[in-house]
């Protein structure tokens, strides 16, 4: 009886003390946040994700409205400009690869990106190219005018003119400290391992197989090999100046601490070859004129300047010219983004401002300057669309159908385009968008 009794006790007790249900709090729980703001946090399962990574990859453009325009032929140039135009399979493959398309340009609202080749700015921009003597831009102009939008026009002019496409889509994937990183007692630099990899893999799958393997390699190379299919037998990968090939160095499979050697000895098999021009461009330029101390810290604890960095270092060695490459068709194209904060770096360089030795470095710094000046780099302003523009893109998406039924019946296309030309704030690209897909909401 006893011996029951102390049973049912030793029960009850554990019962008491087990984990409440779900959904209650237990007795020293913290009380609720209630209404207090916090990070959502998102996952695979989560019905919230960011409305700007939905759509871009959600597949919505298979929905969308196919329109009959006419193909970009970059060398038939004349026969483009001031039409609306898509891309072909062969210029979708290098740029898709290149990351020439953003997520915030709604692209999903038609079957593929298309663009408008204009006169005023691709136009302009390759004869510049073409007769210039001095090859390295900048491109200006207020956020949403179309700068990154002309950077993906000026790869396929680069891709139909044999040109090897070297492309740096968003610098804060390199700064803000989220990429692993080591100190290469070798090269004197920090080098990012996975970064590289990733660098590596675009040049060799953006640009033409072809054009990669007439490049033949003018220094001997040899690598450890990670090729999961052959490593445990062959330890090292050798080749052989004048025999292998840009390809075969493009697609060796080698150890993280070897990747910052590797693109090394891509950058110096480029810049010793005459037989193609090569292209390097970089979107989100101002990341780096504004933010040259990375989110990175050394063993001292201190932030990494972009100066410690190879592929910095290499950035900047192109923009001021000591990194050249001998084909006279090579070119540099850089571009600024309204995302970024401004500061009087670029201003001076261009000869805008006059130079304030005094100001802090977060306002103006003078080794960045120096870096542009040196390498004589040219501003081209992206101008707005004239209304004419504005006309040639109206009649596009009423073809699409991306038009509320209101404008779409009861006004005609002239009076749509003054006032569609008036709510883009005379003549942006981004806002004239703006203002026909965010009418839906």
Not at 67 to 81: D, Q, R, V
Not at 214 to 225: A, C, G, Q, V
Not at 228 to 257: Q, V, W, Y
Not at 334 to 358: H, Q
């Amino acid at each position: 009886m006893l011996k029951l009794q102390y049973r049912q006790l030793f029960t009850t007790t554990v019962a008491k003390a087990a984990a409440p249900a779900r959904g209650k709090a237990q007795g020293f729980a913290k009380k609720a946040s209630g209404n207090r703001a916090g990070a959502k946090r998102i996952t695979n399962d989560t019905l919230y994700k960011n409305w700007a990574d939905t759509v871009s990859f959600s597949k919505l453009n298979q929905y969308a409205l196919p329109t009959e325009i006419p193909t970009f032929n970059p060398k038939e140039l004349a026969s483009s400009l001031n039409r609306v135009s898509s891309y072909s399979n062969k210029h979708y493959r290098s740029l898709y690869h290149l990351g020439s398309f953003h997520k915030n340009q709604f692209n999903e609202l038609f079957p593929k990106p298309v663009s408008l080749i204009r006169k005023d700015s691709i136009g302009k921009l390759i004869n510049l190219l073409q007769t210039g003597d001095h090859k390295t831009f900048v491109l200006t102009g207020e956020p949403g005018v179309g700068k990154s939008t002309l950077l993906a026009q000026l790869h396929a002019f680069g891709c139909d003119s044999n040109n090897i496409i070297i492309h740096i889509s968003y610098p804060e994937l390199f700064l803000n400290g989220r990429s692993d990183f080591f100190y290469d007692d070798k090269l004197k630099e920090y080098v990012q391992p996975m970064y590289m990899k990733k660098l590596l893999r675009k040049i060799l799958k953006s640009n033409d197989e072809n054009i990669l393997r007439s490049l033949k390699l003018i220094s001997d190379y040899k690598f450890p090999n990670a090729d999961p299919k052959d490593s445990a037998i062959k330890k090292h990968i050798s080749l052989i100046k004048g025999k292998n090939t840009l390809f075969d160095l493009l697609s060796i499979k080698t150890l993280g601490r070897n990747r910052g050697e590797l693109f090394k000895a891509v950058i110096s098999e480029l810049a010793g070859q005459k037989s193609h021009p090569v292209l390097f461009t970089v979107d989100n330029f101002s990341r780096i004129l504004t933010g040259p101390v990375t989110s990175y810290k050394d063993a001292n604890n201190k932030n990494i300047s972009i100066f410690e960095f190879q592929l910095g270092k290499t950035i900047l060695g192109i923009v001021s010219g000591e990194i050249c490459f001998p084909n006279k068709n090579s070119a540099c194209v850089l571009a600024i983004s309204g995302v970024d904060r401004t500061n009087r770096t670029l201003p001076v360089a261009l000869g805008k401002i006059p130079e304030d030795v005094y100001i802090k470095r977060y306002h103006y710094d003078p080794q960045l300057a120096e870096i542009l000046k040196k390498g004589k780099v040219q501003e081209f302003e992206v101008p707005k669309l004239t209304k004419e523009e504005v006309r040639e893109l109206m009649d596009f998406y009423f073809k699409s159908e991306i038009l509320l039924e209101s404008d779409s019946e009861n006004n005609s296309l002239d009076k749509l385009t003054d006032e569609k030309y008036f709510l883009s704030g005379n003549g942006n690209p981004r806002d004239l968008l703006k203002s026909i897909v965010l009418m839906h909401t």
